[in-house]
């Protein structure tokens, strides 16, 4: 499963596929795959911390 976060507001979530709107802007925006896929962040299940930035919210499990 692949954590996006949404263009728009910043939130991060994990999901198979992005929806069409954000779970907590209910807006339609872009999402970016910030899934980590190397192992200097811990691998798939962890949020890759150079994609994801540093004011996001917490992951929604």
């Known amino acids: 499963m692949a954590q996006w976060k949404c263009s728009n507001c ?11 709107r954000c779970p907590s802007c ?3 925006c872009t999402f ?4 980590c896929y190397i192992p200097d962040c811990g691998g798939p299940g962890n949020i890759d911390p150079r994609l994801a ?9």
């Open 10 to 20: 910043g939130y991060i979530f994990r999901a198979d596929t992005v929806p069409e």
């Open 26 to 28: 209910k807006q339609t």
């Open 53 to 61: 930035g540093k004011k996001d919210k917490p992951v929604n499990e």
């Open 32 to 35: 970016s795959d910030v899934t």
